[in-house]
């Protein structure tokens, strides 16, 4: 991966009106394709614990994810589009946000930002694990593991609010798009359980702090 930033300095732009900065070379593997489909990575280099790492695995490994999204939170920052092809992983396993592409509207609140990007991690979660566990796959455990590792009831609040409601039927239809081929799988009844279950573990934690 070799990021590329656009540079909006004053000084000395190039002939093309537009400055380039080129970070340094991040070697890194996708979470998506290590989680999601990893019988489909012929050469995993030097992150040959990914290609080990089995769902079970993966699921434990959940709270670190979370962690990574809730301190670019606290850091003032969003990801706009917080799924898996946006989150890498380095050699020694630490998990990295990338390639923020997509913004919110300016007019959505920062604290309703945050929770758009946590129910995002949490579909994407679900949906490359099911992929990955078919019949075996349970929601549960993946909502559990992202609500209890994420640090802030400001957010979750707002999170199970956004929740409380099925989504318009013309909102449906988005989702079902953003969960088919954002995400790489599912549909709009996966987004369904997804929502009930985050619903009732939000609860369960927020009564208990």
């Known amino acids: 991966m070799l990021p590329a930033l656009s540079d909006w300095g004053r000084e000395n ?16 593997v996708n979470a998506y394709d290590a989680i999601a489909r990893p019988h489909e990575v ?8 990914a ?5 079970e695995d993966w699921i434990e490994h959940i709270p670190a994810m979370t962690t990574a999204l809730a301190y670019m939170h606290s850091q003032g920052k969003v990801v706009g589009e917080a799924i898996l092809p946006n989150l890498v992983f380095t050699e020694d396993g630490l998990p990295i946000w ?16 945050h929770a758009f990007d946590l129910r995002n991690l949490t579909l994407s979660l679900s ?6 566990m078919g ?11 992202v609500v209890n590792a994420y640090p ?3 957010v979750l609040q707002q999170l199970a609010a956004l929740l409380e409601k099925p989504l318009p039927w013309c909102q449906r239809l988005a989702m079902n798009e953003f969960m088919r081929y954002r995400i790489g799988a599912g549909s709009n009844e996966q987004y369904e359980h997804v929502r009930h279950v985050l619903r009732e573990q939000i609860s369960r934690v927020l009564e208990g702090k």
């Open 152 to 154: 802030e009831p400001a």
């Open 127 to 132: 949906s490359s694990l099911r992929q990955r």
């Open 51 to 55: 290609g080990d790492m089995s769902a």
């Open 98 to 113: 990338v390639d923020a592409e997509v913004s919110y509207r300016r007019e959505i609140p920062t604290l309703q930002q």
């Open 135 to 145: 019949a075996a796959f349970d929601t549960h455990s993946v909502v559990t593991a």
């Open 42 to 49: 012929s050469d995993w280099g030097p992150f040959e614990w």
């Open 13 to 28: 732009p190039d002939p093309t009106g537009e400055r380039l900065i080129l970070q340094p070379f991040l070697p890194s």
